[in-house]
């Protein structure tokens, strides 16, 4: 029997669209902080790619919420994505043509950045009304599984392909960033094949109403507290025991691995997560899901621990397994509670508020990262990231709305 949200053809279209392109979305992003940590030989210099992107998020994300409130969803999307396409392609001609440098990479990353704060609000938005709102749950967790997937198999695939001098006339770096610039097409095709999307209201007619359809996101959000605390746990974790910018320097320096085991290394976090994912869509749906959001937390600050005491390549790659399976069931639990805890009018503002969050952790968590390894190395920047999210997760175990939350559908 197929699982409740593959009954849905909108659905299983996007999904299908969506997984090819996260798949080449992922190997241009392991490709990228490769290719950095390869010109600079600096963790430093790659966690500044989280500072990079983080800038647009903060800049438009609010905006990019607006727009998918009120403009068509689905035609957001394939402007977005028809974007970063061209982002890809201008990443494989400067680095086919020897011409790349890292101010080009942080470049490129800046206007890539750009299109996913007005990408990000519409796909999240369009995605609940895809299926019922009793099968968002699993949803929610199909769309984890392509997702995690992807993150195994792009890492691994780049992590192939770096070494190669030539595949098909490509160099191995050059080819990743072709591969990521096909994948595109594959989603947009699939949003094409998918309804208009346009929620209901008016357009906002200057920039002062622009203004307060931001404001009135933003108020919701802090009145409604198992949102609020749902992306507070979440920025706060990601931020203090993010260690993806460290994994160059952790695969090259510390564990003496070649481009294949980082790509291993940069999978197994996407390994865990894809197994968790595959689990949740399979069990029936768990209803104190902000209970469990805490308890993952922890696991995920445990086990980052863990990964930064790893002395070799399995130890660190069933570590960093662990820290992909709980941030997974937290993610899918946070997006299910933040989802049906509010209006179809207000979730793009709402998701565009939960980008600023979800987004802006992990990438300011890179820079964080980064920069206490320069002066502290690697692994204690990792092992001190691990325990500080210890923290976080016994700070939010007495948020009594998250803890409290009940599913009800």
């Known amino acids: ?17 969506s997984f ?28 500044m790619l ?13 905006f990019g919420g607006v727009v998918a409130d009120r403009a068509d969803r689905r035609k957001v999307m394939l402007m977005t994505q028809s974007a970063m396409a061209v982002v890809s392609l201008i990443l494989l001609a400067l680095t ?11 470049g490129m990353i800046a206007i890539n950045a750009i299109a996913r704060s007005f990408d990000g609000p519409a796909r999240q938005a369009m995605q609940v009304s895809l299926v019922p709102l009793e099968d968002f749950p699993n949803a929610a967790s199909m769309n984890g ?9 792009g890492p691994v695939v780049a992590g192939f392909a770096i070494p190669w001098p030539s595949i098909l006339g490509f160099s191995g770096l050059a080819f990743c960033y072709a591969l990521n610039f096909v994948s595109f097409f594959t989603l947009i095709f699939a949003v094409l094949r998918l309804p208009s999307n346009k929620p209901e209201g008016d357009h906002p007619t200057s920039f002062k109403e622009v203004l307060g359809l931001i404001k009135e996101g933003l108020r919701f959000v802090n009145r409604t507290p198992v949102v609020r605390s749902a992306m507070w746990i979440d920025f706060w974790a990601t931020l203090l025991s993010g260690a993806e910018a460290l994994l160059p320097a952790f695969a090259a320096s510390i ?24 689990s949740l869509a399979w069990l029936p749906t768990v209803r104190r899901q902000g209970l469990w959001v805490v308890i993952m937390i922890a696991a995920f600050g445990f086990f ?14 069933l570590s960093l397994a ?34 600023l969050f979800h987004i802006s952790g992990p990438q300011l968590g890179d820079f964080e990262a980064g920069a206490v390894a320069k002066f502290c190395g690697e692994r204690n920047s990792i092992v001190i990231g691990g325990v500080l999210c210890l923290l976080v997760a016994a700070h939010w175990s007495r948020a009594k709305a998250l803890v409290g939350y009940v599913h009800q559908r």
């Open 1 to 17: 029997m197929l699982p409740p949200a593959l009954r849905h053809s909108a659905f299983c279209n996007y999904l299908s669209g």
């Open 20 to 47: 090819v392109s996260n798949i080449g979305n992922n190997i241009q992003a392991w490709a990228i902080a490769w290719h950095i940590y390869h010109l600079t030989h600096s963790s430093f210099a790659v966690g």
């Open 50 to 62: 989280g500072l990079i992107r983080v800038g647009p998020l903060l800049l438009f994300s609010l």
């Open 96 to 106: 086919q043509t020897g011409h790349v440098t890292v101010g080009w990479l942080y």
């Open 145 to 153: 599984v392509a997702w995690r997937l992807s993150d195994v198999l």
């Open 255 to 278: 564990l003496r691995l070649g481009p294949s085991g980082f790509g291993i290394l940069a999978g197994s976090t996407g390994a865990g997560a894809l197994l968790a994912a595959t």
């Open 304 to 317: 980052t621990v863990c990964f930064g005491l790893s002395p070799n390549l399995w130890t660190a790659s």
């Open 322 to 355: 662990a820290v992909g399976a709980a941030d997974m069931i937290s993610t899918v639990f946070r997006q299910t509670i933040r989802q049906l805890a509010t209006p179809d009018e207000l979730r793009g503002r709402m998701n565009a508020t939960s980008s």
